[in-house]
């Protein structure tokens, strides 16, 4: 593992670090989101491979500045040539001060190699003539882009008619501020001004305006040699601090890391810290969100169904047995369910409370993550949907119980039900017998008192009794039914709950989890100090 106190280490971990949150990005955003974030991976690990014992500098500039004729002046040797017809420079020279450097070029990709004649305060400088970036080969061009990327540090050699060309300036200067530190600046062809000073002072106020304040411009004249020795030392110190390629990749990191937080609408580490710390809803944005899935699972006339049910079962149950079977053939409520997955308007009403619920949380939020958020709920609303039809079943499920009571009323029912049902027959073995047999049936016929037989006392009473338990009967079932729908919503609700958090909060705490994350992953790239290591693979989606 790198140390994380060494620069190399330090380096190391947070383009980690930005490795992680180039994943991340790619994961909420699509790959071009991080498509600059890993090319940059790439080459910070490439150029690390290499050490940073040799420091690359690369003369950069315009056609004509007299780049090359500097170039050869600082190597001490004809090196570099221009072109016959125009003067520009066609290939990349390099000349290497010391040993160690050719796996480093090849990286580089550079051919055309010179060694320098030693000289101890340049040991360990590569420096690199680059064509011009205005050539009007597109060849040239490409390999000035491709080469700026890579070295560490750039030395802009311009002359009085061209350090004031907007494309310098707007391609390369301005979208390089954040490179301040690893850029110098020379004015070449100083001998033909009257007034050096002046166009100095005049490019530096331009050099201010793209973003890279108090520039050092050194004045020059590669022809004459006033002012060559004044670069020399420029470079030797450069080589003496050995700085110039950790300087060169840390600015890389934190101008990537801007970027990724531009794309990502993550704000600087002071500024976004509040929106780090977001949930997904408050309190009354939940409870919405919950009434709204409710409505859609059609929880309210489930529950009146489910007392329905309960009345029916326990008239069923505990009714009068003489009419008690008609309620058989009546429609059983439990049939007219809603069934959520069949019906449009459910359809809609989930879509409508997770578009609420999705606009609650992305107004809180920059656009990037505010659509998301939303993407996050239209890909949660099958299962959402999925989820709440299955409230009927669970409705279903809780008319199962059946309560103790209901037995107890069964057993009188059927009690006065064969009370009824000996009395009657009793008064039918009597009226067969003195109608058909002429028995003598008064001896069988015991009265009560003198005018009410005893058969009819049990068939009046057995009917009686089983009027009056049904009617006392309601008065349990009611506050069963109401008892058992209060039951049936809690469950329901309950469910809708857990749909809630499961579907819909869960999905998007991970997107606002991920968003957290990548603030800090992108601060740990920012902040050379304290940078600690990344968390490691990302958890699976």
């Given at each position: 593992m790198a140390n994380p106190d060494s620069p190399h280490g330090a380096l190391a971990l947070r383009v980690d670090s930005l490795a992680e949150a180039a994943e991340l990005a790619a994961t909420r955003f699509g790959p071009d989101a991080s498509a600059s974030a890993n090319a940059l991976v790439e080459r910070v690990r490439g150029r690390l491979r290499h050490g940073t014992n040799h420091t690359v500098v690369a003369l950069a500039g315009p056609t004509g500045a007299g780049k090359s004729t500097l170039f050869n002046a600082l190597t001490g040797s004809e090196v570099s040539t221009t072109g016959v017809k125009r003067p520009t420079t066609s290939n990349t020279h390099a000349v290497m001060w010391g040993d160690?450097?050719?796996?480093?070029?090849?990286?580089?990709?550079?051919?055309?190699?010179?060694?320098?004649?030693?000289?101890?305060?340049?040991?360990?400088?590569?420096?690199?003539?680059?064509?011009?970036?205005?050539?009007?080969?597109?060849?040239?061009?490409?390999?000035?882009?491709?080469?700026?990327e890579l070295v560490d540090m750039m030395i802009w050699v311009v002359d009085p008619q061209k350090y004031a060309d907007q494309s310098l300036h707007d391609q390369y200067l301005r979208p390089l501020n954040t490179h301040a530190e690893v850029m110098r600046f020379v004015l070449n062809k100083a001998d033909t001004l009257p007034e050096p000073a002046v166009v100095v002072e005049d490019y530096q106020n331009r050099l201010a305006e793209d973003g890279i304040a108090n520039a050092t411009v050194i004045p020059v004249s590669a022809t004459t040699g006033d002012g060559v020795q004044a670069a020399r030392d420029l470079l030797s110190n450069v080589v003496e601090e050995r700085r110039a390629a950790v300087a060169r990749l840390d600015a890389d990191l934190i101008a990537e890391a801007d970027s990724l937080a531009e794309i990502a609408g993550i704000a600087s580490p002071s500024g976004d810290k509040q929106k780090r710390e977001l949930q997904a809803f408050t309190k009354n944005e939940r409870a919405d969100?919950?009434?709204?899935?409710?409505?859609?699972?059609?929880?309210?006339?489930?529950?009146?169904?489910?007392?329905?049910?309960?009345?029916?079962?326990?008239?069923?149950?505990?009714?009068?047995?003489?009419?008690?079977?008609?309620n058989k053939f009546r429609k059983t409520p439990l049939r007219s369910l809603p069934s959520p997955a069949a019906s449009a308007t459910a359809h809609a009403e989930v879509g409508v409370a997770l578009r609420d619920a999705g606009e609650a949380t992305a107004r809180k939020l920059q656009p990037a993550w505010a659509s998301a958020v939303r993407d996050e709920l239209g890909r949660a609303q099958p299962d959402v949907l999925a989820e709440i039809s299955k409230v009927p079943l669970r409705a279903a499920n809780a008319t199962r119980d059946k309560p103790a009571w209901w037995a107890g009323f069964q057993w009188l029912q059927r009690l006065a039900g064969l009370v009824a049902i000996?009395?009657?027959?009793?008064?039918?073995?009597?009226?067969?017998?003195?109608?058909?047999?002429?028995?003598?049936?008064?001896?069988?016929?015991?009265?009560?008192?003198?005018?009410?037989?005893?058969?009819?006392?049990?068939?009046?009473?057995?009917?009686?009794?089983?009027?009056?338990?049904a009617l006392i009967a309601k008065i349990p079932t009611n506050i069963g039914a109401a008892r058992r729908g209060r039951k049936a919503r809690d469950e329901l609700e309950t469910h809708i709950d857990k749909v809630v958090d499961d579907q819909v909060v869960a999905p998007l705490n991970h997107a606002l989890s991920d968003r957290r994350e990548l603030g800090r992953l992108l601060d740990a790239v920012r902040n050379p100090e304290g940078v600690s290591s990344p968390r490691g693979s990302r958890r699976p989606r």
């Amino acid at each position: 593992m790198a140390n994380p106190d060494s620069p190399h280490g330090a380096l190391a971990l947070r383009v980690d670090s930005l490795a992680e949150a180039a994943e991340l990005a790619a994961t909420r955003f699509g790959p071009d989101a991080s498509a600059s974030a890993n090319a940059l991976v790439e080459r910070v690990r490439g150029r690390l491979r290499h050490g940073t014992n040799h420091t690359v500098v690369a003369l950069a500039g315009p056609t004509g500045a007299g780049k090359s004729t500097l170039f050869n002046a600082l190597t001490g040797s004809e090196v570099s040539t221009t072109g016959v017809k125009r003067p520009t420079t066609s290939n990349t020279h390099a000349v290497m001060w010391g040993d160690g450097a050719s796996d480093l070029l090849d990286w580089l990709k550079i051919e055309r190699r010179h060694q320098a004649e030693p000289v101890v305060a340049l040991e360990g400088l590569v420096l690199l003539d680059l064509p011009d970036f205005d050539s009007t080969q597109k060849l040239h061009q490409m390999e000035v882009d491709r080469l700026i990327e890579l070295v560490d540090m750039m030395i802009w050699v311009v002359d009085p008619q061209k350090y004031a060309d907007q494309s310098l300036h707007d391609q390369y200067l301005r979208p390089l501020n954040t490179h301040a530190e690893v850029m110098r600046f020379v004015l070449n062809k100083a001998d033909t001004l009257p007034e050096p000073a002046v166009v100095v002072e005049d490019y530096q106020n331009r050099l201010a305006e793209d973003g890279i304040a108090n520039a050092t411009v050194i004045p020059v004249s590669a022809t004459t040699g006033d002012g060559v020795q004044a670069a020399r030392d420029l470079l030797s110190n450069v080589v003496e601090e050995r700085r110039a390629a950790v300087a060169r990749l840390d600015a890389d990191l934190i101008a990537e890391a801007d970027s990724l937080a531009e794309i990502a609408g993550i704000a600087s580490p002071s500024g976004d810290k509040q929106k780090r710390e977001l949930q997904a809803f408050t309190k009354n944005e939940r409870a919405d969100l919950v009434a709204g899935l409710s409505r859609a699972s059609g929880i309210d006339s489930a529950v009146e169904i489910v007392a329905e049910q309960y009345k029916r079962d326990a008239g069923l149950a505990t009714g009068w047995p003489a009419i008690k079977w008609v309620n058989k053939f009546r429609k059983t409520p439990l049939r007219s369910l809603p069934s959520p997955a069949a019906s449009a308007t459910a359809h809609a009403e989930v879509g409508v409370a997770l578009r609420d619920a999705g606009e609650a949380t992305a107004r809180k939020l920059q656009p990037a993550w505010a659509s998301a958020v939303r993407d996050e709920l239209g890909r949660a609303q099958p299962d959402v949907l999925a989820e709440i039809s299955k409230v009927p079943l669970r409705a279903a499920n809780a008319t199962r119980d059946k309560p103790a009571w209901w037995a107890g009323f069964q057993w009188l029912q059927r009690l006065a039900g064969l009370v009824a049902i000996v009395g009657a027959v009793w008064l039918l073995v009597l009226v067969l017998g003195s109608t058909f047999f002429r028995l003598e049936t008064d001896p069988l016929t015991p009265m009560v008192n003198d005018w009410l037989p005893l058969p009819t006392l049990l068939v009046f009473a057995g009917l009686a009794l089983g009027i009056l338990l049904a009617l006392i009967a309601k008065i349990p079932t009611n506050i069963g039914a109401a008892r058992r729908g209060r039951k049936a919503r809690d469950e329901l609700e309950t469910h809708i709950d857990k749909v809630v958090d499961d579907q819909v909060v869960a999905p998007l705490n991970h997107a606002l989890s991920d968003r957290r994350e990548l603030g800090r992953l992108l601060d740990a790239v920012r902040n050379p100090e304290g940078v600690s290591s990344p968390r490691g693979s990302r958890r699976p989606r």
